[in-house]
């Protein structure tokens, strides 16, 4: 890194302080910022039946979900999921723009989180304005002191809940407690907090507006009909300060009194009225402050609204458009079919492996022996007992050394299988028969495996 | 922006957009590889495989296994950011 590189650094940036505002659209927010971390900090904590209802079991590499347990052989639903919320993305970005931004993203949910504790020590935007300026005296070190302590150890429990997904988080709380726990559990609690800390606290906006690729693409999925914020220029301009009583017409001013409370609302720090920009996070802060100045002015509402751009082009606006149809049809599709198959899943897998080192044994004059391991997955959450049947070639017998083969909840075993065919039903190396594995049980829980049988060349 | 006019707050700008373009790009990716990767492999079997003298854990492996991940896409990006002002430059 040169020294120039070095320096900036350490160059501070003005900070922006969004002026807090009050209307439908960000209780809306603030609902959403409350309902989204509740989730996050409380689904831990949910216990189902004798384990953690949600449990990304890293360390033995099973997912908990309620319900279900997913495998790593499970691994196409995951590649689903990751499909289906791209999809969704594409859907509600196309129909309202960018929801996400304003309502549902982390970077969103935990910076209102860590403004609202900047708010509790250091007082409303003049006072947070007035503190950045001031000189460091006693007050103002308390303030400071008093926001970062609280920041710190928010982030600390964000942390510890991010790790409490991947370790029994009651089991975690005990080892914080003793401060016993493993290396790697401690790494990544910190570099949460950390990840946390710097940036919700500091980077803010700018995650969004330097490094969010979402942000940069977005545009790709807009058009004439999607929903965006925007300024009715026509109806606001020419914009100007002007008495309470007196009639803007007759001074030849549009509805815009130019108060720049918009500008001040703004997280990103952007002027709407510029029009539609790509640091504009669609938090609809700017019209809840202006549908507020014009409540006081006595002028109707939604000079800054809701609108999209056909609409404000005075055109007919649509809402089914070719491209939300298909994302949706899409969407519906891929969750149907995830939703059919998880629910059509058996709770067992096995993988059949031929004896390496002979390709076959001829037992007697009449009769060819293969030997195969089997390796069962038992995915079930209670034991089982398996039988296993082999069909597909004439006289087709298969031994196994017990004939009742038991595997553990969630365990794996291998049992091995000598399978026999008799001689003169051998039609070449490579036969394909198949290999049954049912639960005594319950009789639904079964899997077929396809094998091949080698026999000699006649 | 009226906040970004003075010299300084154009190098930070310029620093922010360096570390998007590297430092965050390739953390994105990486989560997504690690998803992947691991998904399919054991970090476990890779080590006995690979590594058997060393005692390294499964949450050590997937650690191990990110981080890589985040290093190779860092150094991609950076190379990425070098080769692109260079081409900027008369020859």
Redesign the interface.
């Known amino acids: 890194m040169s020294e120039q590189q070095q320096s900036e650094m350490y160059v501070a940036r003005e900070k922006i302080h969004p002026r807090e505002v009050k209307g439908p659209f960000q209780h809306l927010r603030n609902l959403a910022v409350v309902v989204l971390l509740g989730i996050y900090y409380g689904l831990p904590w949910l216990q189902w039946d004798d384990r953690q209802a949600v449990l990304f079991d890293l360390p033995s590499r099973q997912f908990h979900l309620f319900a279900l347990t997913f495998w790593p052989q499970d691994f196409v639903y995951l590649a689903l999921l990751l499909i289906v919320a791209a999809l969704s993305l594409f859907f509600f970005t196309a129909l309202a723009g960018r929801l996400w931004c304003g309502y549902a993203c982390p970077q969103t949910v935990w910076t209102e989180a860590f403004i609202w504790m900047e708010r509790l020590t250091e007082g409303n935007r003049q006072k947070r304005l007035r503190l950045d300026k001031a000189p460091w005296t006693r007050k103002k070190i308390l303030r400071r002191g008093g926001k970062h302590l609280l920041w710190i150890v928010f982030a600390l429990f964000t942390g510890f809940t991010f790790v409490g997904y991947f370790t029994p988080i009651l089991e975690l709380g005990q080892g914080v407690m003793q401060l016993s726990l493993g290396f790697w559990e401690w790494f990544w609690l910190l570099f949460y907090s950390v990840a946390t800390w710097g940036n919700a606290g500091f980077l803010r906006e700018q995650v969004c507006i330097y490094m969010c690729p979402y942000a940069r693409f977005q545009s790709a999925m807009f058009d004439r009909n999607t929903l965006i914020i925007s300024y009715d220029e026509e109806r606001g301009e020419p914009r100007g300060g002007r008495a309470r009583k007196a009639d803007p017409k007759a001074q030849g001013l549009g509805d815009c009194i130019d108060c720049n409370l918009c500008v001040q609302a703004c997280p990103t720090g952007i002027d709407i009225r510029e029009g539609l920009q790509y640091e504009c996070i669609a938090c609809a802060a700017c019209i809840d402050a202006c549908n507020g100045v014009m409540d006081k002015m006595n002028y109707p509402r939604g000079l800054i609204r809701y609108s999209t751009e056909n609409a404000i082009a005075g055109k007919p606006a649509r809402v089914l458009r070719p491209r939300v149809v298909v994302y949706a049809v899409l969407l519906l599709a891929v969750l149907a079919g995830m939703g059919y198959s998880i629910s059509q899943r058996v709770p067992l897998s096995i993988e059949v492996l031929a004896d390496r080192n002979v390709v076959y044994r001829e037992v007697d004059w009449a009769t060819i022996e293969n030997v195969f391991t089997v390796r069962i997955l038992n995915k079930d959450r209670i034991a089982h007992d398996y039988a296993l049947r082999v069909d597909g070639l004439e006289g087709i017998e298969a031994f196994v050394q017990d004939d009742r083969i038991r595997v553990g909840a969630g365990s794996t075993d291998s049992v091995v299988v000598r399978v026999q065919v008799p001689r003169d039903k051998i039609d070449g190396p490579g036969q394909p028969f198949q290999l049954r594995l049912e639960s005594l049980q319950d009789p639904d829980v079964h899997v077929t495996n396809t094998a091949r049988f080698n026999g000699p060349r006649d | 922006?009226a906040?970004?006019s003075n010299g300084?707050?154009e190098?930070?700008?310029?620093?922010?957009?360096r570390?998007?373009t590297t430092v965050?790009?390739s953390f994105?990716v990486a989560a997504?590889a690690s998803?992947v990767f691991f998904?399919?492999i054991?970090p476990e079997t890779l080590q006995v495989q690979t590594l058997p003298e060393w005692n390294i854990?499964?949450?050590?492996g997937?650690?191990i296994g990110f981080f890589m991940f985040w290093g190779v896409g860092l150094a991609s990006s950076i190379l990425c950011l070098i080769l692109q002002k260079m081409g900027n430059r008369p020859t």
């Open positions: 922006m906040s970004l300084q707050d190098r930070k700008r310029r620093l922010l957009q570390y998007g965050w790009p994105l997504v998803v998904g399919n054991d854990s499964r949450l050590g997937y650690t």
